[in-house]
């Protein structure tokens, strides 16, 4: 029994530390929000260095799959 008790009251207080550690403070009202950052300024190069990567690593998966 009183090793019962002693698994609920620990599963009890881990449950209450992550709740009141998630809290999120009052803060005072601020400034109005900065503006948001683009996110579509690069996609392009992210694009190719995709493809690039894709390439590579199909064309090591080729060569290793022929050599067996």
């Known amino acids: 029994m009183k090793s019962n008790l002693l698994k609920l009251y620990a599963t ?3 449950a209450f530390v992550s709740f009141l550690s998630y809290a999120d403070p009052i803060d005072p009202p601020a400034d109005e929000d ?10 392009i190069w992210l694009a190719v ?3 690039v990567f894709v390439y590579f690593y199909f064309r090591k998966q080729a060569k ?3 050599q067996n």
């Open 12 to 14: 009890l207080m881990m």
């Open 49 to 51: 260095a995709g493809i």
């Open 34 to 43: 900065p503006p948001s950052a683009p996110i579509n300024t690069k996609l």
């Open 64 to 66: 290793t799959t022929s």
